[in-house]
């Protein structure tokens, strides 16, 4: 196996080597067409919420006996990484997460783990608790949203369409789950009027108690004869609102009819449930949510298809709208990116016919389409979907993919040239180059390992980078040692004389010119290692004035607008300003259309957006622009509506970001055990914030307190009229809010019935006072003469981290500053208040500056195995320390050429920046490796040191600048993709300035290494 050679076994067996290739140009087509289609790539959620109800507490109260023991039991999950509630009155809701490296499979174990131990320590928990209740499909992605709206139609009407159109779409194929959203329940409300009540000495309780006893579903007992089981059926349930309203009350030896009393009518959950609007009309969502696995693109026509249908069926008056469609954005984007990965081609293609001329430029064009057909050939059996990263890596991987065929071609055309006969040049070609670039390959490929093996969700978002990338460039080394040769061997013509020097094509004046250049570096190779060290040292310098921003944002259309009411705010003062707010913006000839959530927040329709749990002073709207110039200036039409219009409102601007997401581009956590403690230094946090000028709309998640009515009861008077304290809550309840009293039954559909008092008996505070409250036998006497009653304040929100109360003070950036520059600086500037912070107190970095400073640390972690791993293929290759370490050490020149880019260019220092410098490692030693095994071969052949270096410097030089020519100028089409463009922009760059320092600076290094004289 020594001295087998691949290019020339290919060479005697052509006819094999053609099935393959049409094999592979039919297959890898097939495969394009069955792939999977996303828009981004699935990354694990590891969150897990659990909430629960305690009618009756106060957010302390919550805090205090739910949040603070549940999260307690919670500290003993397995791979827990930290855990944040909020407690509001009545509500505790904790979310757990889990740390990143933690692997997919291992996830739905741990979350059915955590459901045993809160489930297990209910006993633990206070008598009359609700839940708790469980969300582990968090990430569940509902990509196609569309509205039901009406003219005309009732809300249950509506409902009873949506439930239908749910029902048809859950039988489609990669269906996996359809939510309605927004749809108010209907109730029955027995409302009294509270003057009758006192008039006719009637308790609400006793209504209530002989209103359930009335309508309970009790067994009457079966009757077994010797041939038959009998069921016994007695009359009485409520069957419609007449036989309520017909209900007889008995009180003092008198009865009543319920309907005397009191109206009983039907109608929708008062307060109302989160509601949803589509352009400012009152709408019922339906949410669909696509399997696992699924094409996205062939759900999204059968939805089309489908709904298409329903719309022809539906009554008029009912139109569906389409609120949210990623299907199209999916189509959109992969044809960007196709359009970018032609475009890419092309310019390869020019590169290569430019320089190596049209047959030879003709050999490395008919390579590329093969590569590419094979590499999605390979991405298709590997599971790998075909997504923004996915054929972004693709791309990538162009530009780096043709260098094998380049070379092999370039030293199969010098032979050619010195007159060599064509079997014998392409095999010489092999055994030349073909290992070599093997090593190249495999220490390409090693540069991208730590994306690929590295933990995090950062990480999982960008892996398929590694595996796409590894396979193209295994596949073009294999197609350039067996398929490049045979078609240089059909397609480039042998020269019919033998030059006299082998060495005569390189007696040019280019050459020349670059060897009288190399010359002159080596005689003061002392001053070109001294200014090249110096040009490193200011470009690490420079490197604090590249800005840093951890992912960009996206360039869909959408904007989404947070509405954030005052702490306590009622879900109807959210309606009012919610639709104030769609009337505002309704007129603007920039949107495409809005939804508005009010009460919550959007589903998830993207993976990279969080959804907003369920709060009554929130509202958000989903704004489609009509593009992304019109998005831009809708961003400040909106800014100065909210500023000039909404005073009272929190608005909150922010686009979609690509990768995991945050709320805020600048958040910092205080922390400690006391809330007014932590309240001061969180507002000593905002005033600084307030005063960088690059910041605006400073905000806390919590801080101000709710309003409450405190009724100080006397307690001896209430005895001695025999009230306690759970009878009198409980009357009040019944009277102000309501209490459920039974269930109305019809069909299907089950309809609570709550008693409380009119509305104009409960429509003002200053009533309260005249509440009458029941002391037996018909009398009663207003509340104030057992209650003093008086406003106060309480908190109506309390956030903890890890279980200590946490204030996240919160800020946007003005345009041009990105949130991780602008978090830093903050926080420097808080460092005289974080010294003399008392124990138990800490101010941290938190959102996207600390998710950013995470992933860093998942890839530099791998950074070692991949040095490891370079180290070791280079020893295989040049069997040389000396050799090994000056290779390595051109490895960091790149550097000078990434700051310079990034600089000029004015590009972030993101993720992808991160990991193009890693990859860029492994390309620059790939130069580097093709530059000293010729070195080494020219030693071989006889040569000194010096004319060695020179002769293999002005040898290889082409096939260097050729190979990073087609991968700079590869970059060029993702440079303006704004995802991929920080990557670009630094392999790019920085390719350039080490490719010219590799081919001056890396001879002078070996010069000084080896102490070569000149000659």
């Known amino acids: ?356 001329g049209l047959r030879s430029g003709l050999v490395v064009a008919l390579c590329i389409p093969l590569v590419v057909a094979a590499t999605l050939l390979a991405m298709k059996m590997a599971g790998i979907d075909l997504h923004r990263v996915s054929l972004g890596a693709l791309i990538v991987s162009l530009g780096l993919l043709v260098d094998d065929a380049i070379i092999a071609v370039e030293m199969m055309s010098v032979k050619l040239e010195q007159g060599w006969e064509r079997v014998k040049a392409a095999a010489f070609a092999y055994k030349v180059t073909a290992f070599p670039m093997l090593a190249g390959t495999l220490i390409t490929c090693a540069g991208f390992t730590p994306i690929g093996f590295s933990k ?85 310098y420079a490197f604090k004035f590249v800005e840093h921003e951890f992912f960009p944002n996206s360039v869909r259309p959408e904007l989404i607008v947070d509405l954030t009411l005052p702490e306590g705010s009622s879900i109807k003062a959210t309606e009012r300003q919610a639709q104030a707010f769609a009337r505002a913006i309704g007129t603007s000839p920039h949107i495409d259309h809005f939804a508005s959530y009010v009460g919550f927040g959007a589903p998830r329709f993207i993976l990279a957006f969080d959804p907003v749990q369920p709060r009554s002073n929130f509202a958000q709207f989903v704004i489609v622009a009509k593009g992304l110039d019109q998005r831009q200036q809708l961003e400040e039409d909106i800014s100065e509506i909210l500023d000039t219009s909404f005073p009272m409102v929190r608005g909150h601007l922010k686009t979609l970001q690509l990768g995991p997401p945050e709320p805020y581009p600048v958040m910092l956590r205080v922390s400690g055990p006391d809330y007014g403690k932590v309240r001061a230094i969180a507002q000593k946090v905002g005033q600084v914030m307030t005063a960088n000028p690059l910041l605006r709309n400073v905000n806390f998640n919590w801080y101000e307190k709710t309003k409450m009515l405190r009724l100080a009861v006397d307690q001896d008077k209430a005895r001695l009229l025999g009230i306690n304290s759970t009878d009198l809550a409980l009357a009040i309840q019944a009277q102000i809010s309501g209490i459920p009293v039974s269930q109305f039954r019809q069909g299907d559909k089950t309809v609570e019935i709550d008693l409380r008092l009119d509305a104009a008996d409960r429509r003002s505070i200053s009533d309260i006072k005249t509440l009458p409250i029941h002391i037996g036998k018909g009398r009663t006497i207003p509340l104030e003469q057992i209650a003093v009653i008086g406003f106060d304040t309480e908190e109506g929100l ?66 070692p195995a991949m040095f490891m791993i370079i180290v070791i293929i280079l020893m295989i290759q040049l069997q040389n320390i000396s050799s090994v370490i000056l290779t390595l050490l051109t490895a960091p020149l790149g550097i000078i050429g990434v700051i310079a880019a990034l600089l000029t260019f004015h590009m972030p220092m993101g993720f992808l920046a991160q990991l193009g410098i890693l990859a860029l490692s492994g390309i620059i030693i790939r130069n580097s490796v093709i530059l000293m095994d010729q070195i080494h071969r020219q030693l071989e052949a006889g040569e000194t040191r010096y004319h060695a270096v020179i002769n293999a410097a002005v040898l290889r030089f082409r096939p260097i600048m050729l190979t990073a020519a087609a991968a700079i100028l590869g970059m060029l089409p993702l440079a303006l993709d704004k995802f991929w463009a920080p990557m670009a922009v630094s392999i790019g760059g920085g390719l350039f300035g080490a490719t010219i320092l590799t081919l001056l600076v890396l001879p002078c290094m070996y010069a000084a290494w080896y102490r070569v004289k000149a000659e």
């Open 456 to 540: 995090g969700m950062s990480s999982e978002f960008c892996k398929s980078i590694f595996p796409v990338i590894t396979l193209s460039l295994l596949i073009s080394w294999v197609v350039s040692v067996m398929v490049t040769p045979m078609f240089g061997y059909y397609l480039i013509k042998p020269k019919r004389a033998v030059a006299k020097d082998p060495e005569d094509i390189y007696d040019k004046a280019f050459y020349r010119g670059f060897k009288r250049v190399l010359v002159k570096c080596l005689d003061h190779k002392t001053i070109v290692l001294v200014l090249t060290l110096a040009l490193f040292g200011y470009s690490i």
């Open 1 to 356: 196996m020594k001295h087998f050679n691949l290019t020339e076994w290919s060479l005697n067996h052509r006819q094999l080597i053609w099935f393959f290739i049409i094999l592979s140009a039919v297959a890898g087509a097939f495969a394009y067409e069955q792939m999977g289609r996303m828009e981004d790539p699935d990354f694990t959620i590891r969150e897990m919420i659990v909430a629960v109800g305690w009618p009756g507490a106060s957010a302390a109260q919550m805090e205090q006996q739910i949040t603070d023991k549940v999260e307690k039991r919670l500290q003993d999950t397995p791979g827990l990484d930290y855990l944040v509630s909020y407690s509001r009155p009545q509500q505790s809701v904790i979310f757990v997460h889990l740390k990143e490296p933690i692997h997919p499979d291992e996830i739905r174990p741990t979350w059915l783990e955590v459901r045993n131990m809160v489930n297990n320590m209910r006993d633990e928990l206070p008598e009359g608790i609700r839940g708790p209740y469980f969300n582990d499909r968090f990430d569940d992605v509902y990509g196609n949203v569309y509205a039901l709206t009406s003219d005309g139609f009732s809300y249950e009407e509506m409902r009873v369409q949506a439930e239908k159109i749910r029902q048809i779409l859950l039988r489609m194929g990669s269906v996996k789950k359809v939510e309605l959203i927004g749809v108010q329940p209907e109730k029955i409300f027995i409302e009294m009027d509270s003057r009758k009540l006192a008039r006719l000495g009637i308790d609400p309780l006793l209504a209530a108690a002989l209103i359930k006893k009335q309508n309970t579903l009790t067994p009457s007992g079966m009757i077994e004869t010797a041939d038959d089981n009998v069921f016994l059926r007695v009359t009485g349930l409520f069957n419609d609102l007449s036989s309520l309203e017909n209900l007889p009350i008995r009180v003092l030896d008198r009865t009543f009819r319920l309907g005397d009393m009191a109206k009983i009518r039907r109608a929708y959950v008062d307060p109302p449930d989160p509601k949803m609007f589509f352009n400012g009309t009152p709408a019922i969502g339906i949410a669909v949510s696509m399997e696992k696995g699924g094409n996205v693109l062939k759900l999204g026509q059968l939805l089309d298809e489908t709904l298409a249908d329903i719309t022809r069926e539906l009554p008029l008056g009912l139109s569906i709208h389409q609120v949210a469609n990623q299907p199209r954005v999916v189509k959109d984007s992969i044809n960007q990116f196709v359009k970018t990965l032609a475009e890419a081609i092309a310019i390869i293609l020019v590169v290569s016919f430019l320089s190596l």
């Open 798 to 863: 309390i956030w903890r981290r890890n279980l200590t109360p946490t204030i996240t003070v919160q800020a946007e950036t003005v345009a041009g500053a990105t949130g991780n520059d602008e978090t830093l600086v903050v926080y420097s500037a808080l460092k005289q208040v974080r010294d003399n912070l008392a124990p138990g107190y800490r101010i941290d970095i938190g959102g996207i500056a600390e998710r950013s400073s995470q992933a860093t640390a998942y890839i530099l972690a791998m950074a």
